[in-house]
T-cell receptor, first 113, second 114 residues
Framework: EAQVTQNPRYLITVTGKKLTVTCSQN?????MSWYRQDPGLGLRQIYY???????DKGDVPEGYKVSRKEKRNFPLILESPSPNQTSLYFC????????????FGPGTRLTVT | AQSVTQLGSHVSVSEGALVLLRCNYS??????LFWYVQYPNQGLQLLLK??????LVKGINGFEAEFKKSETSFHLTKPSAHMSDAAEYFC????????????FGQGTTLQVKP
């Protein structure tokens, strides 16, 4: 089944404790992206990767890192999480870029206390 | 830079009534426009997209949207609402320039009353 998977689905952590949210797609897509969803703000793009060689910041990259060492995986890293990073996170992928249909993962709900 | 504004964070309609969700965009170059739907506790899925081929775009589940350049709008409509249409709807914009950015609106929650 073609899909985007994220792990974990739910995570409660404490301020300053490094964490990684994994994202993997099995559709051989070039483009992958991370978003956070907050009430009243919609989805805001954190980072995107056009391919394994190109990664760039979205609109809200502060406090986040990403890595694209292979085509299928695009982990999101929070090296020192803070309470304002409590949010619902989505990973998405598409064949070639943002002009194509985005395929979204199921989301990761992160709470930082 | 592009931007998207969705007018109305909550819209309530009766079952069988017309659904109209509003989206206005800003873009200095020809845009690609999308509507995505998010059902409770799920990720987003594509309803329809505009890529300049035709101004009236038909999507899944009976939804359609019309691109109006003069009004910079891309409103989503459905003639007759069904209970299963209750969800959150997002408008999004990007361009064909060599950037990976995709900009979403704030979202509109559609409530369908029996």
């Amino acid at each position: 089944e073609a899909q985007v998977t994220q792990n974990p689905r739910y995570l409660i952590t404490v301020t300053g404790k490094k964490l990684t949210v994994t994202c993997s797609q099995n559709m051989n897509h070039e483009y992958m992206s991370w978003y956070r969803q907050d009430p009243g703000l919609g989805l805001r793009q954190i980072y995107y990767s056009m391919n394994v060689e190109v990664t760039d910041k979205g609109d809200v990259p502060e406090g986040y890192k990403v890595s694209r060492k292979e085509k299928r995986n695009f982990p999101l890293i929070l090296e020192s999480p803070s309470p304002n990073q409590t949010s619902l996170y989505f990973c998405a992928s598409s064949p070639r870029g943002p002009t194509y249909e985005q395929y979204f993962g199921p989301g990761t709900r992160l709470t930082v206390t | 830079a592009q931007s998207v504004t969705q007018l109305g964070s909550h819209v309530s309609v009766s079952e069988g009534a017309l659904v109209l969700l509003r989206c206005n965009y800003s873009s200095s170059v020809p845009p690609y426009l999308f509507w995505y739907v998010q059902y409770p506790n799920q990720g987003l899925q594509l309803l329809l997209k505009y890529t300049s081929a035709a101004t009236l775009v038909k999507g899944i589940n009976g939804f359609e949207a019309e691109f109006k350049k003069s009004e910079t709008s891309f409103h989503l409509t459905k003639p007759s609402a069904h209970m299963s249409d209750a969800a959150e709807y997002f408008c999004a914009v990007t361009t064909s320039s060599n950037t990976g950015k995709l900009i979403f609106g704030q979202g509109t929650t559609l409530q369908v009353k029996p």
